[in-house]
């Protein structure tokens, strides 16, 4: 389960059957903590999105020892908290998916950072090379309670506030884009010339582009705002995360909810606010996938501009670059360096 959704569907399906140790945590998670019910048919309910910080606590408090030295040599650690929370052999499934679905919803964020955009984030230890329940996976207790308690998240403290001030800054240049496209001005009109038409186009392109991109920036405009958007990394990616900025996949996965692969190229970026239009066109880029499916025809390392034989309109209209660049360019984003550094 590479993918995010399938893994939120299991954690929906075990949190929703299955019944945890009694009384206390199984009454904890049905009414003080009820986890289950933030898992939504359309994607994680933001009317509840202090759930996870509460588990969060709770497992910090019921800990003896919350030090990884401490915990190597004495152990009552949070990994055996979870471990001990997942114990009920009158339930239905294993106590492997319950300790796995309370690990996943322990590394689920709701991220906010004022000025920038809510958002849902799943960071996984650093530690883990599978999804959650395949790395638990018939392991036993000692392995288990190890796994359970690897604390090193993928995205740290800082790199989810850029999430937040990217995603901001992407739904403020989607916006500004859906508007000057459907207003149809001379401007707008010389931008989407400039990166989507060839040189053989005419007015039947231009058109064409327009309806195009005004009902595919709506689209992406509203997965930037949308309550349920959720950034996380890709597994199969960790080994060379560093060389990719971030992925979706075409057409979405099929939840209900948009997702978003964010990788070391894009956080490594923090605390860079002169590279932040960077971020947003990776999430503008990635949500033209998931939203408008778009294609990888061409990247901005090669040059986006359009070509009859190398780059013709048939392809830069369903190109993801052309259409983070264009986004970007129409907003005002785009500075005369970048963009002689791109449309070439």
Not at 63 to 72: D, L, P, R, S
Not at 74 to 81: M, S
Not at 137 to 153: H, R, V
Not at 295 to 312: E, F, T, W
């Amino acid at each position: 389960m590479s993918k995010f959704t399938p893994v939120y569907i299991k954690a929906k399906d075990v949190l929703t059957k299955q019944k945890f140790a009694e009384p206390g945590w199984d009454k904890y998670l049905t009414q003080t903590c009820p986890i289950a019910l933030m898992f939504g048919d359309a994607g994680f309910d933001a009317g509840r999105a202090d759930l996870p910080a509460k588990l969060r606590k709770k497992i910090h408090d019921d800990a003896k020892h919350t030090n990884a030295v401490a915990v190597f040599f004495l152990g009552g650690g949070p990994g055996e908290v979870i471990y001990n929370a997942a114990q009920n052999k009158l339930s239905a499934g294993n106590w492997t998916e319950r300790a796995a679905a309370l690990k996943m919803v322990k590394h689920l964020y709701h991220a906010h950072k004022k000025g920038g955009q809510d958002v849902w984030v799943y960071s996984p230890p650093k530690k883990h090379n599978k999804d959650v329940f395949t790395e638990l996976a018939g392991c036993n207790e000692k392995t288990a309670t190890s796994k359970l308690g690897d604390e090193k998240e993928i995205f740290s403290d800082e790199e989810r506030g850029l999430m937040c001030d990217a995603l901001g800054l992407s739904l403020k240049i989607a916006m500004d884009a859906q508007v000057k496209v459907d207003a149809k001005g001379k401007e707008t009109k010389e931008i989407i010339k400039r990166w989507f038409l060839d040189d053989t186009c005419g007015d039947t392109e231009m058109n064409d582009a327009i309806s195009k991109l005004s009902a595919g920036i709506k689209k992406i405009s509203a997965a930037c705002n949308s309550t349920s958007l959720v950034f996380t990394d890709y597994l199969d990616w960790r080994k060379q995360r560093n060389d990719y900025f971030g992925a979706a996949f075409r057409g979405g996965e099929g939840g209900g909810f948009p997702v978003i692969y964010l990788e070391g190229a894009f956080t490594r970026l923090k605390g860079n606010s002169g590279k932040l239009w960077l971020c947003a066109e990776t999430i503008l880029h990635e949500l033209s996938h998931h939203e408008v499916r778009t294609q990888d025809h061409r990247y901005d390392s090669s040059g986006l501009k359009p070509d009859k034989a190398k780059l013709p309109f048939a392809k830069t209209i369903e190109n993801a670059d052309s259409w983070g660049y264009f986004m970007l360019d129409l907003a005002g984003y785009l500075s005369a360096s970048d963009l002689a550094n791109t449309w070439k």
